[in-house]
């Protein structure tokens, strides 16, 4: 009798994630469609064509037909994410918007227009998008200290500085995207994407695909099936690159860095074990989360849900009726909890380890996804190192 309601768990398991599979698949093929993103890619081009903007890319992108392209990975109408063959290289082309015309209210106030209806003052509109530019530096990348002509000569990857109209809209539009600013920025950090070149207002990065993705096996219910299916050793070589990747994000910074949305399809990891944030739009500085979590209103009873931006969670204040400024668990924390142990859609790459080491990385695992601790230096406590240490040693050669 247990084994015959065992073996209708795992039917009422598999019939159920299979129909949220079909579900993610219409959804997809309904708002993210190949002729919406080639539709997006020809208007591009028109553009391009039309000399109104410019880019290293452009040529090879509209031109000379070197790009293929493979897939979509946003809703239609949103984020642009696709999937293409450069000459045999698998990268990404992306864009906060799919269209040029959907920057058009803030390409005008740099006094530039996608029409011949205004006057086009080069002088002008280069001081406005050097205001524009320092302004939005500022509040995303934040640094401590910048030179506005080496950060200009990141971002435009033009063959000229010749501050026409089509290198303003080029950058105006670019400019305005955050993953794009702080991706050219932070270019030492191994643990993001390389940006490959830029066309207009879509940017081009490297292909780094999520781990699940990895195992040549993997059909159907990826995220179900496929990390179960590697090996211990591969498993804990991305553990520990997870960590690595922790680490190196609260050492660079000259702020606390807290990843707001983690989940698989936000990481990628190379073939030699190195996971990035592949998507950093939710993202941020210490200081952006408490500035605009310090403003939300709570209560006792809406406190779950008001004082929590996706993954980053703080306290509700209750004498003021506000939520509290400071974030009470921590990347690592998440980390453990959503990458690590996982859940039945999503498995977690620690799920199964090997007898001689089940009890003690429980411990650990419940130890980090339960205690909630200060986002501010997560990895320094013990819980880390007592994770790493043991993760290192289970290693086989």
């Known amino acids: 009798m247990r084994q015959r309601c065992s073996k209708r768990g795992f039917l009422i398991f598999v019939l159920g994630a299979l129909s949220l599979q079909l579900l993610y698949k219409l959804i997809f093929i309904i708002y993210c469609d190949k002729e919406w993103a080639k539709d997006a890619l020809h208007k591009l081009c028109d553009h391009y064509r039309n ?3 410019d880019g290293n890319i452009c040529h090879a992108l509209c031109v000379s037909d070197e790009f293929k392209y493979q897939e979509c990975f946003n809703y239609r109408h949103r984020k642009l994410a696709l999937k293409m063959d450069w000459n045999g290289r698998p990268v990404m082309l992306k864009s ?3 269209y040029l015309e959907n920057f058009i209210p803030d390409l005008n106030k740099l006094r530039v227009t996608l029409d011949n209806s205004g006057k086009f003052d080069k002088q002008t509109s280069l001081n406005l998008l050097r205001n524009k530019l320092s302004s939005q530096i500022k509040k995303y990348v934040q640094p401590t200290t910048f030179n506005f002509d080496d950060v200009y000569k990141k971002m435009w990857t033009g063959n000229s500085f010749n501050f026409g109209k089509e ?3 080029s950058i105006g539009s ?6 794009y600013l702080f991706l050219q920025f932070y270019t030492d950090i191994l643990n993001f994407p390389d940006v490959l070149g830029t066309c207009g207002h879509m940017y081009l990065v490297e292909y780094t695909p999520p781990p ?3 195992n040549p096996s ?6 179900v099936s496929s990390l179960t299916s590697w090996t211990w050793n591969h498993r804990v070589k991305l553990a520990l690159a997870f960590l690595s990747m922790l680490r190196t994000f609260e050492e660079h910074f000259h702020d606390v860095f807290y990843l707001c949305d983690i989940k698989h399809p936000n990481f990628g990891v190379t073939d030699d074990f190195v996971v990035k944030a592949i998507d950093v739009d939710m993202a941020y500085f210490k200081q952006t989360v408490e500035n605009f ?5 709570c209560t006792k009873e809406t406190a779950q849900s008001a004082c929590r931006f996706f993954d980053c969670i703080t306290e509700c204040d209750e004498n003021i009726g506000k939520c509290k400024p400071y974030r009470i668990n921590s990347n690592f924390q998440v980390v453990c909890k959503k990458i690590f142990i996982g859940d039945s859609l999503h498995p977690g790459i620690l799920r199964s380890p090997p007898k001689e080491v089940a009890s003690r990385l429980d411990a650990l695992l419940h130890q980090c996804s339960n205690t909630f601790q200060n986002g501010n230096l997560a990895t320094a406590n013990s819980t880390f190192y ?3 240490n043991l993760l290192e040693q289970t290693i086989t050669v």
């Open 386 to 388: 007592n994770l790493k």
């Open 96 to 98: 906060l918007n799919p």
């Open 167 to 169: 290198e303003i809209i």
């Open 174 to 179: 670019l400019g305005l995207q955050r993953e």
């Open 293 to 297: 979590m310090r403003k939300r209103r």
């Open 212 to 214: 699940w993705t990895l």
């Open 51 to 53: 000399g109104l903007i």
């Open 218 to 223: 993997a059909s159907g219910l990826q995220e």
